[in-house]
Every structure is written in structure tokens, then in C-alpha cells.
């Protein structure tokens, strides 16, 4: 269960999004929903402020001369979108992210663009040092409106169990 109402006092409720360690299933695929449409002043703006230079990215005339002929969407605007996508699915309770791997650019992201997301779930174990908690391994995909794959990656991430998470310590 990703969404929750947790009564927390009688007649009010506080939302409780997010997996615990127990509710995680080795091949189990979740959609991330909402989309995003990417807009030109998303790139450019995320472009400037991570102060990269690539006149691919904010340069219209420059990009009309290279083989895609517009700009290209930053590839770190959209690991970016995809990754805050699947929090609330995967990582919303976690404790920390341990790693990502394998990160693959397939396809061209551009302004107009409306990209999705979702996860498989890899593997998971407990922890074998923290008896409250536990590892679990996702590969995340996203995918244009049209279906193209554009960019995967594998993140692995320390999930509490139930009853153990930082919304399970009474206010």
C-alpha cells in the first residue's frame, strides 16, 4: 500500500505515503504517476542553475545545427524527474539511498516532452547490522508519451520495516 490515512487522534487524519520493507515483492512493477510535460524554461533554467555550459541545452541556434536540430533536454533534469517520480512509491519511508547504478541514456528528452516512470523491484534482503531495517533494489525506466525508452538506472536503498519507520514514532 503506497497511500494511507493514519488516524492519529479520533476524527484526524495525517497521510502516510510510501513502502516499508515489508511491503516490497522481488518482480513487482509500480507506475509513477503523474507525468511531466518538460518545458523550455525547465531546461533552461535547471541548465543554468547547475552551471552547465553545453550550448546544447539553452542555445536554440547552436542546436539547430547539430543532428537533433532543436535543443536537447539536460540529462540530469530528467534522471532528476524520474528519480522525485518514484519516491512515493519506493523510497518515500527510506532511510538513505546506497547507490545507483547502470544509469542508461537510450532516447533524446525535448522541450514538449511528457515522460512517465516506473519501477521494478530487483531484490531484497535484511539488513544483516540493523535488525529494524532492510536492503531493497529497484531498476526505474522512463518512457516518453509515444512509449520510447529514454533513460533506466538501477538504485539500491535501506527501507525500515514496519513499525520501525520515522512515522511510527508517536508526535
Known sequence: MVYQAKEIAPGRYREDIGRYFDDFV???VY???????????DNSWFTLLTMNTHPLHFDAA????????KPLVN????????AGM?????????????GWTDIKLTAPVFHGDTIYAESEVLHKRLS???LTQGVVSIRTTGTK???TVFMSYERTMLVPKRGHGVDDIAD
Do not use: C, M, W
Open 145 to 147: 508519451e509515444d512509449g
Open 86 to 98: 518514484s519516491v512515493s512509491d519506493t523510497s518515500q519511508k527510506a532511510i538513505a539511498n546506497l
Open 75 to 82: 540529462s540530469a533534469l530528467t534522471l532528476s524527474i524520474v
Open 128 to 130: 544483516k547490522s540493523r
Open 26 to 28: 522481488v518482480g513487482d
Open 31 to 41: 507506475e509513477h504517476r503523474p507525468g511531466r510535460t518538460i518545458s523550455e524554461a
Open 62 to 69: 547552436y542546436a539547430a545545427k547539430s543532428e537533433f536540430g
